[in-house]
């Protein structure tokens, strides 16, 4: 696995940013990955209180200390504004699925020193999830 990949699985906590209440969608998807793999998730979504049973926070300022790594699954304009919210809040590690990656975004996370998976690695993959888990 790659050393990116498992720095960011090593984190206690995890924010899924574009988690979704919609199980067709990836943001539900790699909620419910993580959750398959007993790891902790925290649902970022500004519309839903509670997303597969746990407590939503609105925005990525509103995660727990704990979340130092974030999945981001939101179209690749919103993903900009998601990593310059995750730099001030102090994340460390960021995951954007594939459609979410922007050069920007990649680029400028890497420069303010975080640990960037952005070349279309897929969590749901590298965590072997499953539909039906």
């Known amino acids: 696995m790659d050393s990116k990949i498992e720095k960011f699985l090593a984190a206690k906590a995890f924010g899924v940013v574009g988690a979704s209440t919609n199980r067709e969608k990836y943001g539900n998807k790699v909620l419910r990955c ?45 993903t900009e504004q998601v990593v310059e919210a995750a730099i001030a809040r ?26 960037v998976i952005g070349d279309g690695s897929c969590l749901l993959v590298a965590l072997g999830y499953s539909e039906h888990g």
């Open 34 to 78: 993580y959750l398959q793999s007993g790891r902790k998730a925290v649902p970022v979504n500004p519309k839903e209180k509670v997303v597969e049973g746990l407590a939503a926070v609105a925005e990525v300022k509103d995660l727990p200390a704990e979340v130092e790594a974030i999945s981001i699954i939101t179209p690749p304009a919103v």
């Open 90 to 115: 102090g994340i460390k590690h960021i995951w954007m699925q594939p459609g979410a990656e922007s050069e920007w975004a990649v680029s400028y996370a890497e420069a303010a020193g975080l640990n």
